[in-house]
């Protein structure tokens, strides 16, 4: 069996779901091909026992209000597809200074500061927040979207250069890491361990590996006066649909449980895909949304092997425990949305089982859960390492008592503010790096590439085929739902061409 396409996505997250859905937007005929009996990659949601859980992403911005200098609320936009949200203001912190709360606004947060650091840190953030600015708006002058892959960076930025002229002195920042900024502005210890902790819940990495404009941008929108974060009604499954329907919407089509085993090659450029099954699909463009080990799995081994090479050697960050608990939440009021834990900030930020991010949807979205309960998920973000996991066998004695010893830090931390919380459980479920390779199909369970941004940007998403892109979070700009919704964009970008990404950026005013 053989049929065509004009694009053919392998793999429907984020940044895949962006790709097709703006190349169907554009009048190709688009197919998604996702392995997963649902899309959505690590933002899918799934049901188990009424309760309606999260595999990925907890903390949203920039979704609820237009103008919004997210990637993502520009393509649902230009889909047409709204959003609806719920906004919310702070959010817990067990940290080794004690249970805080944190505001996301300027004024909460200095409230907070003032009240745990004194006058002088709170002078202190504020300088480092005046050294921000101009970097904040450096980066809002070149939006991701106005960005195509390749060489012709220096092109576009030229084009915009009334726009970016008044920005030339900050721009210098964009590309590096964020961690020398902290080191010359910030000196208070509590400061640096926040913003390490900011750098690393973004990028799986601490903040000398972080990219500043990243940073700069989530200063921008967590500590602006008027500052919120949005959780999406229906958690991130809502989002996974609202971008399947913007496609659906345009003619195209995501097919799920296809997984493809292998790129077609005519030379040196990508023709189509071989599934599993043994269909054959052939396309004019291929777009890999896969991780950037999992695509050299799926190209011949003699292709390209210098630059084969290459791509093996990029390092990888560590992977994730999971715990997902559905609970009765009979007597507990005031349950935070999110809790980030910290166990010693000694240790450093990615040591492993040293940080915990807990996710109660069901605080803001009670449609999450049945009727008087809550559902949680809980993660380590990129702190566990693979090499203890990768020769155990899952379901096995070994396995099984491994991932109990493991996963006991999020009881340890949970049955501080809920003692009696195993008893309230009506659905309880460990994961881990296995888990998290198994339903996201992910090279070892990773987060993403671990590639420093004091040695320089993510790499793009051309490949050294023609007609075969990249997006995801292994290339420009990098891990974390704005930047993969921007790769999909720029896929597009080069797909499509110059006339239907100007036409885009016109319409939504950027």
């Keep these: 069996m053989s049929n065509k396409v004009d694009v053919v996505v392998i793999g429907s997250g984020i940044g895949g779901l962006c790709c097709g859905a703006l190349c169907a937007r554009a009048g190709r005929d ?15 949601g799934f049901v188990r026992d009424g309760y309606c859980f999260e595999s990925g992403p907890s903390l949203w911005s920039g979704l609820a209000n237009w103008p919004s200098s997210n990637p993502l609320a520009q393509i649902l936009r230009a889909l047409g597809q709204p959003l609806p949200v719920v906004s919310y203001t702070d959010w817990d912190v067990l940290v080794p200074e004690g249970h805080l709360r944190i505001g996301v606004g300027s004024d909460d947060f200095e409230q907070m500061l003032l009240g745990l650091r004194g006058a002088e840190a709170v002078a202190e953030w504020r300088r480092f927040g005046e050294v921000l600015q101009p970097i904040s708006a450096a980066a809002a002058a070149l939006p991701l979207l106005s960005l195509r892959p390749g060489a012709e960076v220096l092109q576009q930025m030229w084009s915009r250069g009334r726009r970016l002229l008044p920005h030339l002195a900050a721009m210098r920042h964009l590309a590096g890491a964020f961690g020398p900024l902290v080191d010359r502005h910030l000196q208070d210890p509590f400061l640096r361990h926040w913003v390490d902790l900011l750098c690393f819940l973004i990028s799986g990495m601490p903040m000398g590996d972080t990219n500043a404009a990243a940073m700069a941008t989530l200063f921008a929108e967590w500590f602006d006066p008027g500052a919120q974060l949005d959780f999406p009604l229906g958690g991130s499954a809502a989002v996974v649909e609202a971008l399947v329907n913007g496609l659906e919407r345009y003619g195209g089509e995501v097919r799920c449980g296809s997984r493809v085993d292998q790129i077609k090659l005519d030379g040196d450029r990508a023709v189509g895909v071989v599934l599993r099954n043994g269909e054959s699909i052939d396309a004019n463009a291929v777009v890999s949304n896969t991780d950037v080990w999992s695509l050299l799995d799926l190209l011949p081994e003699a292709s390209s092997p210098g630059w084969r090479r290459q791509q093996q050697q990029t390092p990888a960050c560590r992977s994730f425990l999971h715990l997902h608990l559905g609970f009765d939440a009979t007597g507990l009021n005031d349950l935070p949305i999110h809790t980030v834990w910290v166990g010693d900030w000694a240790r450093g930020i990615d040591a492993e089982r040293n940080a915990l991010v807990i996710s109660i949807p069901s605080v803001l979205d009670p449609a999450m859960a049945p009727p008087g309960h809550h559902v949680l998920h809980a993660y380590t973000p990129a702190n566990e390492p693979w090499q203890p996991w990768q020769n155990l066998r899952p379901g096995s004695e070994p396995y099984e008592l491994f991932k109990q010893q493991r996963c006991s830090v999020f009881w340890r931390v949970l049955e501080q503010r809920i003692p009696d919380l195993r008893d309230r459980c009506r659905v309880v479920m460990e994961g881990t790096p296995l888990t998290h390779r198994r339903f996201l199909n992910v090279h070892q369970g990773s987060y993403g590439p671990a590639l420093s941004a004091a040695n320089g940007l993510f790499p793009g998403g051309i490949t ?18 704005p930047p993969v919704a921007a790769s999909g964009a720029m896929a597009a970008h080069a797909i499509l061409g110059r006339k239907a990404q100007q036409d885009l950026l016109d319409q939504l005013a950027l």
Excluded: D, K, N
Aim: with cysteine.
């Design 30 to 44: 688009v197919l998604v091909l996702e392995s997963h009996r649902q899309p959505g990659g690590a933002a899918h």
């Design 464 to 481: 050294p085929f023609a007609g075969l892109w990249m997006c995801g979070a292994s290339t420009f700009p990098g891990i974390g739902i």
